[in-house]
Structure formats: structure tokens, C-alpha cells
């Protein structure tokens, strides 16, 4: 069974205006739930072993507080074509993955990986988690789906989990 974790960005600061949105760092409240998520996934047994994350700022620290709560570090790729991205795009990423990874991790932006989440949840997946993802899908929630079959033939999973900061803290 494969395992795929759709994270978005942790919360980034809009305190300098003057700054482009690639470079918007993290805001406080980010650094805390990008911390939470990292040792989340670690509680749950949840470790990619490949990352895929957007080049921008706030993705990249993103990743680097939820590595740091990680019993293993995987291996990680920044993917320019996740900046900005629609569901189809990412989708096309994941489609890349060798094979042999059983679990990987995408840390982008929204509404890409919102669509995403809900464009894959199919028949099986956990009612409580679509709910909470057709609410909201705010700064660092994560949604977890799993799939038999390889990744490049990845269209349908079951949404198992979708876990927001406050639901955990």
C-alpha cells in the first residue's frame, strides 16, 4: 500500500509588505505548527521517504521544522512546478515517484493541494476527514491518502486522515 501526504505550507508572515510572495518567511504561529506536524507525523508512524516541496520560502521552512520532529530524514526534492500549482500539476509530480517508495510527502500551496486532497478522496476514504477537508484546509493541515498500485497510475485513493494544527494542539 502506497501513502501519500499532502501538506500545505505552515502560516508565513505578511509583516514586509515589500516582499515578494516567494520570499514571505513563516509567521510565528507557522514555526509552531510546522513543529506540531513534524512530530505528528513521527507519533503516527507516517515517515516519507521522499519529499517533494515548492522552492518558495515559507515551503521550504515548512519542511525544514517538520524534518527536524523526524526520526529519519528522507530524501528531497524541490520542485519548481509546484509553486503556484493546480491539482492537475502536482498530481503530474506524484505521477514521477519511483515505484519502490511507499510513502511520500508533497509540502505545497493552495488551492492545488486542497483540490488535490478532494479530487483523490474516492470510495473507502473516511468520512470524519472528508468533512474536515470540505471545511477547511488551512496553513499546515495535511491530508493523508493511501492506494494500492504504483504512483504513476495514481487517480483515486482513500482519504484517511486530514489533520489540521488545532484539531492537535
Given at each position: 500500500?502506497?501513502?501519500?501526504?499532502?501538506?500545505?505550507?505552515?502560516?508565513?508572515?505578511?509583516?514586509?509588505?515589500?516582499?515578494?510572495?516567494?520570499?514571505?518567511?513563516?509567521?510565528?504561529?507557522?514555526?509552531?505548527?510546522?513543529?506540531?506536524?513534524?512530530?505528528?507525523?513521527?507519533?503516527?508512524?507516517?515517515l516519507p521517504e521522499l519529499a517533494l516541496v515548492s522552492p518558495t520560502l515559507r515551503t521550504r521552512d515548512t519542511w525544514r521544522l517538520v524534518a527536524a520532529?523526524?526520526?529519519?530524514?528522507?530524501?528531497?526534492?524541490?520542485?519548481?512546478?509546484?509553486?503556484?500549482?493546480?491539482?492537475?500539476?502536482?498530481?503530474?509530480?506524484?505521477?514521477?515517484?519511483?515505484?519502490?517508495?511507499?510513502?511520500?510527502?508533497?509540502?505545497?500551496?493552495?488551492?492545488?493541494?486542497?483540490?488535490?486532497?478532494?479530487?483523490?478522496?474516492?470510495?473507502?476514504?473516511?468520512?470524519?476527514?472528508?468533512?474536515?477537508?470540505?471545511?477547511?484546509?488551512?496553513?499546515?493541515?495535511?491530508?493523508?491518502?493511501?492506494?494500492?498500485?504504483?504512483?504513476?497510475?495514481?487517480?483515486?485513493?482513500?482519504?484517511?486522515?486530514?489533520?489540521?494544527?488545532?484539531?492537535?494542539?
Amino acid at each position: 500500500m502506497k501513502q501519500l501526504l499532502l501538506l500545505r505550507h505552515a502560516k508565513s508572515s505578511w509583516d514586509d509588505p515589500g516582499l515578494d510572495d516567494f520570499d514571505r518567511p513563516l509567521a510565528e504561529r507557522g514555526v509552531k505548527a510546522a513543529r506540531l506536524m513534524g512530530r505528528e507525523l513521527t507519533a503516527r508512524d507516517w515517515l516519507p521517504e521522499l519529499a517533494l516541496v515548492s522552492p518558495t520560502l515559507r515551503t521550504r521552512d515548512t519542511w525544514r521544522l517538520v524534518a527536524a520532529e523526524l526520526p529519519v530524514l528522507p530524501e528531497i526534492t524541490f520542485v519548481e512546478a509546484l509553486y503556484d500549482a493546480s491539482a492537475a500539476d502536482i498530481l503530474s509530480q506524484i505521477r514521477k515517484t519511483d515505484g519502490s517508495r511507499r510513502c511520500l510527502v508533497v509540502i505545497g500551496h493552495n488551492p492545488g493541494l486542497e483540490d488535490l486532497a478532494k479530487q483523490l478522496a474516492g470510495p473507502g476514504s473516511e468520512a470524519k476527514a472528508r468533512k474536515r477537508l470540505d471545511e477547511k484546509f488551512p496553513t499546515a493541515a495535511l491530508a493523508r491518502v493511501v492506494f494500492e498500485g504504483d504512483w504513476s497510475g495514481l487517480s483515486s485513493a482513500q482519504l484517511t486522515h486530514c489533520l489540521r494544527p488545532k484539531d492537535l494542539g
